[in-house]
């Protein structure tokens, strides 16, 4: 069970050759980090089995028995309608149709999902669907340049995203953090790659409402101004 135990896991290949990973086969990624020594495997929708017996010896290799099946992937819009905590970025898909389509059908991705959550403590992401989506995906488009599932992400990594800005990987205690947001769920196992839920929301959605409240804030001084106008006008002419 060597593999399986490596810390913090294993992304283990399958006989599914039907994955979109430019002619990679599916995955199913393992977990060893927990303190009490046991191992669970993820597979599609985040889903997890535990290891119960392992390295049971035969003719053709190994075999290790869990408490349960895989989960076959699903589509990213798909996963994120089932998967508790990620509703807002359901509805960000949605608001966002042709980014959904791209990313449900481009190999070899890495998504970063805000949970609802992360989401509610910005106040929301007005209209700018695209850009936090962009902000939130890693294209690995070569096979030299690993998708992110959790054992592939390295402290002091740098990864680029979609929309040009740039994410660094911290690895802390066996906890891993994706420009400043800890990942709280890993390895939701995709067609094409693979999601991880965040703590935070990795664009500036904030300050996208900060400015349009600056926006607001400039016009109602404008409002407040002519009226100000409009009165001395009318005083004068009394």
Same mark, same amino acid.
């Given at each position: 069970?060597?593999?399986?135990?490596?810390?913090?896991?294993?992304?283990?290949? %399958?006989?599914?050759?039907?994955?979109?990973?430019?002619?990679?086969?599916?995955?199913?990624?393992?977990? &060893?980090?927990?303190?009490?020594?046991?191992? /669970?495997?993820?597979?599609?929708?985040?889903?997890?089995? !535990?290891?119960?017996?392992?390295?049971? &010896?035969? #003719?053709?290799?190994? @075999?290790?028995?869990?408490?349960?099946?895989?989960?076959?992937?699903?589509?990213?819009?798909?996963?994120?309608?089932?998967?508790?905590?990620?509703?807002?970025?359901?509805?960000?898909? /949605?608001?966002?149709?042709?980014?959904?389509?791209?990313?449900?059908?481009?190999?070899?991705? /890495?998504?970063? @999902?805000?949970?609802?959550?992360?989401? *509610?403590?910005?106040?929301?992401?007005?209209? #700018?669907?695209?850009?936090?989506?962009?902000?939130?995906?890693?294209? &690995?488009?070569?096979?030299?340049?690993?998708?992110?599932?959790?054992?592939?992400?390295?402290?002091?990594?740098?990864? %680029? %995203? &979609?929309?040009?800005?740039?994410?660094?990987?911290?690895?802390?205690?066996?906890?891993?953090?994706?420009?400043?947001?800890?990942?709280?769920?890993? !390895?939701?196992?995709?067609?094409?790659?693979?999601?991880?839920?965040?703590?935070?929301?990795?664009?500036?959605?904030?300050? *996208?409402?900060?400015?349009?409240?600056? /926006?607001?804030?400039?016009?109602?001084?404008?409002?407040?101004?002519? +009226?100000?106008?409009? +009165?001395?006008?009318?005083?004068?002419?009394?």
């Amino acid at each position: 069970m060597s593999k399986l135990r490596l810390i913090p896991g294993t992304v283990i290949s %399958t006989s599914d050759k039907t994955a979109n990973l430019n002619g990679d086969p599916q995955v199913v990624v393992s977990d &060893s980090r927990s303190t009490d020594g046991s191992v /669970t495997i993820a597979s599609g929708q985040g889903n997890r089995v !535990n290891v119960i017996k392992s390295d049971l &010896s035969f #003719a053709g290799g190994l @075999i290790h028995v869990t408490d349960g099946l895989f989960t076959t992937p699903q589509l990213l819009s798909k996963t994120v309608r089932v998967t508790r905590k990620t509703f807002q970025f359901s509805s960000l898909l /949605t608001r966002g149709q042709a980014n959904a389509s791209s990313l449900d059908y481009t190999p070899r991705i /890495t998504v970063f @999902i805000p949970s609802d959550s992360a989401f *509610a403590a910005t106040g929301g992401f007005g209209t #700018a669907a695209k850009q936090v989506l962009d902000g939130h995906v890693v294209v &690995s488009p070569g096979t030299t340049q690993k998708v992110g599932y959790l054992p592939n992400l390295k402290s002091g990594q740098v990864l %680029t %995203t &979609s929309g040009g800005g740039t994410l660094a990987v911290k690895v802390q205690g066996g906890d891993y953090f994706i420009g400043g947001a800890k990942i709280e769920q890993a !390895n939701l196992i995709l067609p094409n790659g693979v999601a991880h839920i965040v703590s935070k929301v990795l664009t500036p959605v904030v300050a *996208a409402a900060a400015s349009r409240g600056a /926006t607001t804030a400039h016009v109602n001084s404008m409002c407040v101004a002519v +009226a100000v106008a409009v +009165a001395t006008f009318l005083v004068d002419f009394c």
